[in-house]
Every structure is written in structure tokens, then in C-alpha cells.
DNA sequence: GCAACACCTGAATACCTGTTCATAAGTTAT
DNA sequence: ATAACTTATGAACAGGTATTCAGGTGTTGC
């Protein structure tokens, strides 16, 4: 074992309970679906379309739809899944409906990807 | 106090020269691509229980799979997707090929995701 | 050399995902 | 009430993805 004494507060520590995994410090199967299922929202190039127009300010669904030009039912179906995962949440106005972002999470978590992908080659 | 009018080097921010947008502000659909490509990433559970693994310190292919419970040869491919997305680097040593994480982005998404989901309900 | 070992790779298959299309539900205006 | 409008939803289809299986490369040890 080549693991330095150090008590790193990352993956590699497992707080849930619920883990029936040996052990070991692997992510227990269930937090580990979980974990996919969120970045899995992020993997779609148009719902971060969706997002970084949101990011401007709140927006009705069929503005939405033209700003990433989109079908405003391919915009629906992505704003649920959206609010599934607590990544936007919306006011109804009549019978339009606002959608805003829910938090700064999805800030972070572009700003640390858009880090790492604009790192040098490093040529191998 | 999170953003007003203000310059911040974030998603509502375009920087890149070859957008084909309107211009607005939305992602470019190469910066919304590429982003999705690496979140994509993420989005599956086997790669977070290997990169849990990796937290731990370096690891063979083949305890890799053990420790994980997936084939070797599923590991070996998922790995080479980590090593597309610059997540893991390796070394060789003999017929031994040793994996580990190459840096701390994946910590902070991990963080960050988790703090999200560790959120409350929020009945709506 | 030859066999065992560790890892990688390509093709095939089963599964998941996102869009479109048609339709429904709710709201506003005439 | 009827028509126009905005959004939401379900089914179906196309495209993408992860695994398995079979085979390949390179290394260690007899």
C-alpha cells in the first residue's frame, strides 16, 4: 500500500452508511449511480446551452427554445430532467412559464471543468 | 451577491472567437460540445468507482478490475476514456502498467456534485 | 524458445438517451 | 364558448454507449 498518512476529505472516504461494498474506500455502488446520474445531465451539449442562456437571466420555455434553437418540446423535455436534478426551478406567470438557475453549483462545476480542459496538452 | 452586470469569466460569457451564435451569450456549440464530453464522462457509475479506487493511490489494471468488480477488459477501455479526458495518468513498470489520477479537478467536482445532491428535498 | 501473465484493442450486441411528432392541459382574449 | 397561445407529456425512432468476447502485443520466467 503506497497511501500516504495524509486524511484527504475526498472520494476515497465513504460517509454513507449504506455502502455494501468491501470496504475498501470505493464509492458504494449506490452513491456511485448517483454521482453518473448528475454528471450525466451535464453530459448533453444543449442542456449546457440550455443552462448558460439561464445564466443570463430567467427565461420563458419558447425564448428558450429560440435562443439555443431548439424545438420548444426538445426544450421541455431537457428543463425536466433539469428540475429533476435540481438545476433549475421556474414561476408560472400566466400561462408562461420563467425557468431560472436553482443555484451557483453549476457555476463551479463549469468554471473547474473549463479549467481542466483548457490545460496544456502535455504531450505524450 | 452572485452576478449582476458584471464581467465574470463564466457561462454567460462568451471568450471564444469561432462562436456562430447570435451572439447573446449562450455557449458555443463547440464549448457546449466539448463540456458535454467531458461531463458525459462522468456520467457513468463503473468510471466513479474507478476513480474512487484511484483515490486511494495508484493501482494495476488488473487489481483495478478486482477491486471494482468489472472485467479486465472493461476497465482497460474505460481507462483509456479517463486517459482521453486527461483524468488518469499511468506509468509502466515490467509488464505492470499503474494508474492514478493526475489531478485534483476530479476532487473538486466530486465535492461540488456532492454538495448538490446532499441538498434538501425542497418540496415543491 | 515456449508458456504464462498483464494489458490493450476491435467488432458485435444489448441498453440507454434525445429528438420528433402528435396530443393534452391550462390560460388569455374575443 | 371558441380560438389562439404556451407549456407539458407519451410513444416511437435514431444515434450513442458500455459491456462481452476473441484475439493481439509485449514482458517475465522456465
New binding site residues.
Given amino acids: 500500500m503506497t497511501h500516504e498518512t495524509h486524511d484527504q476529505p475526498s472520494i476515497a472516504h465513504t460517509p454513507d452508511p449504506e455502502s455494501s461494498s468491501p470496504g475498501q474506500g470505493i464509492l458504494s455502488l449506490d452513491k456511485a449511480q448517483r454521482m453518473a ?1 448528475f454528471f ?2 451535464l ?2 451539449p ?2 449546457w446551452r440550455i443552462l448558460s442562456a439561464l445564466a443570463m437571466g430567467e427565461h ?4 428558450l ?1 429560440a435562443a439555443v434553437e ?5 426544450v ?6 433539469l428540475r429533476t436534478m435540481r438545476l433549475v426551478s ?1 414561476r408560472k406567470r ?5 425557468y431560472c438557475l436553482k443555484d451557483d453549483h453549476i457555476f463551479n462545476l463549469y468554471r473547474e471543468a473549463s479549467e481542466h480542459l483548457d490545460e496544456p496538452p502535455e504531450m505524450d
Fill in positions: 446520474e450525466g445531465v453530459g448533453d444543449n442542456r420563458r420555455v419558447r425564448d427554445a431548439m424545438s420548444e418540446s426538445a421541455s423535455h431537457q428543463l425536466r430532467i421556474y400566466g400561462r408562461n412559464v420563467f
